[in-house]
């Protein structure tokens, strides 16, 4: 007979989502063999030519090449890879420049750190290249380099572009695949939603529509980011762009078809199986006619579903006719005569002075470059005081612990003390067993592909994989053995220590900056979005616009309560008590894009009043959740029509004003 731990053994709740693995897609083998091949093949190179270290340096910078492939449009593999390439070669000249230079050292490297915090915050890119930024400069400051200045920054640039060469080689035969696959994958997760629009289940559905909200945001990001590079040209991405904005209309009517199903009028299984037609249709580039089986439309959101379907089908299927540049500029409008909702990109130089400016203005970015800077600094003048052993492992654990957008602090100094001892048990079997030299190349190909594999299951994961990796590129450069394991598990819980104190203890970040301020924009936003979604005159592309940034910003929000939810009492508390309202401001958001939907098809518009109402007790919501640090008291004073379109909204606002009072 089985009987329960003691609650005193019992493991609190967020040591628990730290320690579980993260759902990852399945292995691609693609990027595994990329791996194996660009961080062996430069250390077969250097043993052939009697010059092993140079090939570690290479197979170094190959890492960082395998740690950043992970974009599926070939454009954005140059992007991901080759940009961060530049500024990691910038770090190791600079650390390189000012090695065993004392205080010097410790002002250039904590100067760096600043500067790599700074511009983390402006995207995905730009985090990975603020970095390997300092990453390469903390390594060049720490290391005696082999050869002249310039050749180490040559040898690991050199490492992670032959990680993109191997990831382009299939570019001439795929090129456009990827971003059609991304396409097609919105419309397919849309097909799942309205497949589940029948569940009784509502997590279910949540489930789906969040499924559907991620697939449009990476295709948006994809797309947009290789389009503004063509400025409009492409015909093909313009394409592409039109078939993702005519989704749109379904994405609107799926709340109503929810609704409907709630009062007994469920959604013919034929509509989920046409999406479906059109997904493959996209995916394949099919551009002949597509026989949609349809049945009648019987009601309103029947109406909404049965136009927005043809309209897909017809954008779908049109072939690319492209205008010329100056005429697009003018128009405002793709080749099929749809209207662009997200607009044209601006020009990179225009869009690249504005990140610029932001990161100078921000003062999140200041918060996080000082933060960093702090910790660098601390980490930088102990080591130049105390004799620690390899010390630069130090600095590059809270390099990793401290990146401002990869999650919690106090979750990723956990799970990289885990992962590092993890990592351990493997470097130490290699370093023990496995001689050096030749049996390094074949080592390197077993062990490589598990970064890429492994990655996608958690930070602790990567962290296990890339250790006794870089451990056995570093035995390559120093000839330690395992003399090098003790003080790389030593200097990395120095490093995790000093993230947790000076990164973390010293920045208590309200819930308030943190989470409540977010979401207290979210619901403000909300509001606003009420009164222009029944707004007469409104600008439909207006609407659509508002409704995606909603979502991406409640998607933005939800990751961060996550992570909230990772860190020890009181704020993982305190995020599982907010929680809810993350879901119901989701909720609500919902109700009114199926009330707009309802009111395009036929139904009665709703009063000014009504709408005014409403919106107003989300302004009130806003502003209690801005104040307060904890759930506070508010009033519920909602009435209206029973019959009117906006009942099924007002219930959702009393449901999210009931959530944040006390109970």
Not at 51 to 67: D, H, N
Request: with cysteine; glycine share 8%; charged share 15%.
């Amino acid at each position: 007979m089985s009987r329960e731990f003691p609650i005193g053994l019992t493991p609190p709740d967020w040591l628990v989502r730290n320690l579980r693995p993260q759902q990852a897609a399945p292995l691609n083998w693609a990027a595994l063999a990329r791996a194996a091949l660009a961080m062996s093949l430069p250390l077969a190179v250097g043993l052939a030519v009697g010059q092993p270290a140079y090939g570690a340096l290479a197979s170094m910078g190959a890492l960082s090449g395998v740690i950043g492939d992970t974009a599926d449009a070939y454009r954005m593999r140059i992007l991901n890879i080759a940009v961060p390439q530049l500024f990691g070669a910038v770090g190791v000249t600079a650390g390189s420049l000012v090695y065993g230079q004392g205080w010097l050292t410790v002002a250039v490297i904590t100067g760096i750190a600043l500067l790599s915090g700074m511009i983390s915050t402006i995207g995905a890119v730009s985090s990975v290249s603020g970095l390997l930024l300092l990453l390469n400069s903390v390594i060049g400051a720490g290391l005696p380099l082999p050869g002249a200045w310039w050749l180490t920054p040559v040898l690991m640039t050199g490492g992670g572009l032959l990680v993109l060469l191997l990831a382009l080689l299939a570019w001439p035969l795929r090129s456009g695949v990827p971003e059609r696959s991304a396409v097609a994958a919105a419309y397919r997760t849309l097909a799942d939603l309205l497949s589940v629009s029948d569940s009784d289940d509502d997590e279910t559905y949540d489930r789906a529509r969040r499924t559907v909200t991620e697939s449009l945001n990476q295709s948006y990001d994809l797309i947009l980011a290789r389009r503004a590079r063509y400025r409009g040209r492409s015909s093909e991405l313009t394409r592409l762009l039109a078939q993702l904005n005519a989704i749109t209309p379904v994405v609107e009517a799926a709340p109503a078809v929810r609704l409907a199903r709630l009062a007994g009028k469920p959604l013919p299984p034929e509509v989920p199986a046409a999406v479906l037609h059109i997904a493959d249709a996209i995916e394949t580039g099919y551009t002949g006619p597509i026989g949609l089986d349809l049945p009648q439309p019987a009601n309103e959101t029947g109406r909404a579903v049965d136009h927005a379907l043809r309209h897909v089908a017809e954008v779908a299927t049109t072939p690319a006719s492209p205008l010329p540049h100056s005429r697009l500029r003018s128009t405002g409008r793709d080749p099929h005569g749809i209207d662009d909702r997200l607009g044209l990109p601006a020009a990179l130089g225009i869009r690249t002075a504005r990140a610029a400016r932001n990161v100078v203005l921000s003062a999140n970015s200041w918060r996080y470059g000082i933060r960093l800077a702090l910790c660098i600094g601390i980490a930088q003048a102990l080591v130049s005081l105390v004799p620690v052993p390899r010390s630069y492992w130090v600095a590059l654990t809270i390099t990793f612990v401290l990146k401002p957008d990869f999650g919690s602090v106090f979750s990723r100094a956990l799970l990289r003390a885990v992962g590092t001892v993890a990592g351990l048990v493997v470097a130490a079997t290699v370093l023990t067993v496995v001689p050096r030299g030749w049996w390094d190349v074949p080592v390197m190909m077993i062990l490589a592909p598990l970064v890429p594999a492994l990655t996608p299951r958690g930070y602790g994961f990567q962290t296990a994989a890339v250790t006794p990796v870089i451990l056995l590129l570093s035995d390559v450069l120093n000839h330690q053995g395992t003399a090098l394991l003790l003080p790389r598990l030593l200097d990395s819980l120095m490093g995790c220590a000093i993230a947790l104190i000076a990164g973390y203890l010293l920045w208590p970040e309200s819930w308030r900056t943190r989470v409540g301020d977010r979401l207290a924009d979210a619901v403000a936003d909300t509001a606003a979005y009420v009164e222009l979604a029944f707004k007469a005159g409104a600008n439909p592309a207006a609407r659509a616009r508002m409704r995606r940034r909603l979502y991406r910003d409640l998607s933005v929000i939800r990751t961060e309560f996550q992570r909230a939810l990772t860190e020890p009492p009181p704020t993982g508390r305190r995020a599982a008590a907010w929680w809810p309202l993350v879901v119901a401001v989701e909720r609500i958001v919902d109700a009114t894009t199926a009330a707009r939907v309802r009111v395009r098809h036929g139904a009665s518009p709703p009063a000014q009043a009504e709408v005014g109402q409403v919106a107003l007790q989300l302004r009130e919501l806003a502003e209690g959740v801005r104040r307060s640090e904890t759930l506070v008291a508010v009033r519920t004073d909602l009435a209206g029509p029973p019959d009117s379109v906006l009942e099924p909204l007002r219930q959702e606002v009393a449901a999210a004003r009931a959530i944040a009072s006390p109970h």
